[in-house]
C-alpha cells in the first residue's frame, strides 16, 4: 500500500489492485479536423497533455498497474450511435461524415485512433464506448473484475464529459477513484476546475484528485 497526497485526503493505493485508465487520448479529440473541433472547440490544450499522460502511462507501466485505454467511437453503420447524439447542435461534420482525418468518431477511421505516443501496448485494455461514460455498453466492468482491480487512476479529456462521467460510473460502481489533475484536460479551463472541485467536494464524494508528481514520486 502507498499513501498518495491528494485532495480532499491522501489515496492509499493498492498497485496490485490499481488500474490507469486513459479516457478517449484519440486524434478526434486533441487535433484539428476532428470530433472536438468540429464542435467548435479549441483543441490546442488538450494536445498539450499528451507529453504530461505519457509520462504517466510509463511510470505506471513500470510500476506493472494494469492500463486500461478508452476511445469513444461507433460502428460504421450507426448503428450504436443515437440520432439524438448525432443530430444535436449545428457541427462543422457530424459523427460518421467524412473529415480530413477520416469519417468522424467512427471506430478503425484515423480520427478515431488514440494518438501515437499514448499507444496500447499488446495485453492492455482497449474499450471502445459508444457514449460518454465507458461502463456504458462496453465489458469495461467485467475485465476489471476479472483482474481484481478495485482502484481507478483517471487520465485523459475531457475532464467534466467523457472522464467525469466514467468517474461517476466507477464510484457507483465501488470502486475508488483518482483523478490526475495535469494529465487531463477540458475544452473550457474553468469547466475542469469546476469539475475537479465537484470531484472532491463533500469529502471525496466522487474521488480523489492529485499531481501526476504525486503519483510517480510514490510508485517509482
Ligand atoms: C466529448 C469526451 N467531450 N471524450 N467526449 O464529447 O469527453
Given at each position: 500500500?502507498?499513501?498518495?497526497?491528494?485532495?480532499?485526503?491522501?489515496?492509499?493505493?493498492?498497485?496490485?489492485?490499481?488500474?490507469?485508465?486513459?479516457?478517449?487520448?484519440?486524434?478526434?479529440?486533441?487535433?484539428?479536423?476532428?470530433?472536438?473541433?468540429?464542435?467548435?472547440?479549441d483543441v490546442s490544450?488538450?494536445?498539450?497533455?499528451?507529453?504530461v499522460v505519457r509520462r504517466?502511462?510509463?511510470a505506471c507501466r513500470e510500476a506493472g498497474?494494469?492500463?486500461?485505454?478508452?476511445?469513444e467511437c461507433h460502428r460504421p453503420d450507426l448503428s450504436d450511435c443515437?440520432?439524438?447524439?448525432?443530430?444535436r447542435g449545428n457541427p462543422g461534420l457530424r459523427i460518421g461524415d467524412l473529415g480530413p482525418m477520416g469519417?468522424?468518431?467512427?471506430?478503425?477511421?484515423?480520427g478515431a485512433a488514440i494518438v501515437d505516443e499514448l499507444m496500447p501496448l499488446p495485453g492492455e485494455i482497449v474499450i471502445d464506448k459508444p457514449g460518454k461514460g465507458a461502463f456504458y455498453a462496453t465489458d469495461l466492468g467485467d475485465q476489471l473484475g476479472k483482474r481484481g482491480i478495485t482502484q481507478l487512476i483517471?487520465?485523459?479529456?475531457?475532464?467534466?464529459?467523457?472522464?467525469?462521467?466514467?468517474?461517476?460510473?466507477?464510484?457507483?460502481?465501488?470502486?475508488?477513484?483518482?483523478?490526475?489533475?495535469?494529465a487531463t484536460e477540458s475544452y473550457f479551463p474553468e469547466f475542469k476546475q469546476a469539475?475537479?472541485?465537484?470531484?472532491?467536494?463533500?469529502?471525496?464524494?466522487?474521488?480523489?484528485a492529485a499531481t501526476s508528481d504525486d503519483l510517480i514520486g510514490k510508485i517509482a
Open positions: 500500500m502507498v499513501e498518495i497526497q491528494a485532495s480532499p485526503f491522501p489515496f492509499r493505493l493498492d498497485p496490485a489492485r490499481a488500474a490507469l485508465i486513459i479516457i478517449d487520448m484519440q486524434r478526434d479529440f486533441v487535433e484539428p479536423g476532428g470530433f472536438g473541433e468540429t464542435l467548435g472547440n490544450g488538450c494536445k498539450a497533455i499528451v507529453p504517466l502511462l510509463d498497474l494494469a492500463i486500461v485505454h478508452t476511445r443515437p440520432p439524438a447524439k448525432r443530430e469519417r468522424i468518431l467512427i471506430a478503425g477511421e484515423p483517471f487520465a485523459g479529456v475531457t475532464t467534466e464529459v467523457c472522464v467525469q462521467t466514467t468517474m461517476r460510473e466507477a464510484n457507483d460502481r465501488g470502486y475508488e477513484c483518482l483523478l490526475i489533475t495535469d469539475a475537479i472541485a465537484m470531484i472532491v467536494a463533500q469529502g471525496g464524494i466522487v474521488g480523489w
